[in-house]
């Protein structure tokens, strides 16, 4: 009957030139396989913890919502610059000179002006249900670039909301009386969209 000690010990001992088998060379064989061991054993291992990828997964949707935002904002600025140059075309054209910024909504709301057929088709298709000023795509943007802002965190709803609402408020100021119909449909789309992000309805 075979003890695991002592089996151990007699495969690690080597024997010395006479062919003896020593107990020093027994002891030092294993004093070295220990210390190979311990330091095969001691290395460190980094792991990453769920911290580290909580804080670079932050991180990346910060990027992402940031590049996302500059695009919407870009994108919105060119076409407010092209309705802007058209408006101001058709100004100067009426002999209307363009003063302060607020003075192209106010021309707007008079109605008194023309246009011609190619600004009037260009205007209908833009402000039509799928046009890119018609209520479905503006509201859509509208919730969307609130939802970059706060990073797709709906406990911020209520409060990007109010700064909608807000916003509305300023708009309906400068144009100097209740805005046209559509700003009010969108208006309430912006409301509903609102509301259902709050409340987890989305589809």
Do not use: C
């Not at 070295?32 to 990453?48: F, H, Q």
């Not at 002006?113 to 799928?130: E, L």
């Amino acid at each position: 009957m075979e003890i695991p000690s002592i089996s151990t010990y007699t495969a690690a001992t080597v024997a010395d030139s006479t062919g003896k088998t020593t107990a020093k060379d027994t002891t030092e064989k294993k004093q070295s396989t220990k210390t190979t061991s311990d330091k095969n054993n001691s290395g460190v291992i980094y792991e990453k913890s769920s911290k580290d990828t909580t804080t670079a997964s932050k991180t990346n949707t910060k990027t992402s919502n940031t590049a996302l935002i500059a695009k919407m904002k870009a994108d919105s600025d060119s076409r407010i610059s092209q309705l802007r140059s058209i408006v101001e075309q058709m100004m100067s054209k009426q002999g209307s000179a363009i003063g302060k910024a607020d003075s192209i909504w106010s021309f707007l709301a008079g109605g008194n002006f023309t246009v011609d057929a190619a600004t009037k088709a260009q205007a209908q298709a833009d402000i039509a249900d799928d046009g890119y000023w018609g209520v479905n795509q503006t509201s859509d943007r509208i919730v969307d670039f609130a939802k970059a802002l706060a990073g797709n965190d709906s406990s911020k709803a209520e409060e990007l909301l109010n700064a909608f609402k807000k916003g509305f408020s300023e708009a309906t100021k400068s144009w100097g009386k209740s805005l046209p119909d559509i700003s009010q449909r969108t208006y309430d789309a912006v409301i509903e969209k609102f509301d259902k992000w709050k409340n987890g309805e989305e589809e």
